[in-house]
Structures are given as C-alpha cells and as structure tokens.
C-alpha cells in the first residue's frame, strides 16, 4: 500500500471535516456532474493528474429520486470499482449511503453506460484493489491517513 506523503495538522483535518468544505464539494460536485452529462463526457471526464471521471447515479434513500456524482473509477471489463473516500472527511459520503440502502446503480463514463450492482469489497479483495487505486490517484493514500474511517472501496458488476 502506499505511504501518506502529506500529512495534515490538527487544524487542517479540521477544517477538511468542517461544513464550508462539506459545501464546497456539493457544488463542485454538482458543477463537474453539469458538464460531463451537458458534453457527454468530453469535457468534465477528468480529475487531478488526470484521473478519469464517470458518473453515478444512485436512487436517493430518503426521496427516491435519482442523485448524480462524479467519481474516480477503475474499470475492469464491465466492472467498476469506486472509492468512498470523500476525501478523507470523518464521514461517508451520501452516495455511499444510497448505496447501501439500495445497490441497484448506473455508471456512466464517456464510452457508455452501465447498470450495476454495488457490493463492498472483501478484506481479500481490498488488498487487491488499493495498489491499483493508488496508482491510478495516489492521494487515496493520504485520504486514508486523514480519517480513523475504513474507506469503503466498492465494486459494481452488471446487474
């Protein structure tokens, strides 16, 4: 596994949990989200270091209505693995609790989209897959160095 290269003080970990930060990913979120589906992917397909972005769509728990965001994925085949670092921020991300109520989800990337089933990963499987995440974006490693929190890696295979 990779080592952290950047570790946080207290009072940046603070603030990396506080609600201004919580805020300024919704809408950034909401705005990279805009431009991939208004482009089809062409524009907004991207993150730091060039990380690819597809988009999920989970089915809200408390509403029941569709609710997109952008993450980074490894895509094996039909396959997509997503991290729920959020991060490194003390709490799951929404979407990851939507996925928990319902694991019925649809990815979409710039060549297509994909109904899948979402499952949390193994111990087996995680020691797998968090080489190869940290390849693809190696700040997964400080994200795990931020929180106490066991990120949740999940893999979604065709429904």
Known sequence: MATPSRPLSDKQLKNLNSKPVAIGIKWMSRAQTWLFKKTNGRFGDKFLRGSEVGILTTKGRKTGEPRDVPLLFLQEDRR????????????HPMWYLNVKADANVVFQTKRGTLALVAREATDAERDEYWPRLDAMYPDYANYRSYTERKIPILICDPA
């Open 80 to 91: 997509i693995v997503l991290v729920a670092s959020q991060g490194g921020r003390d709490t």
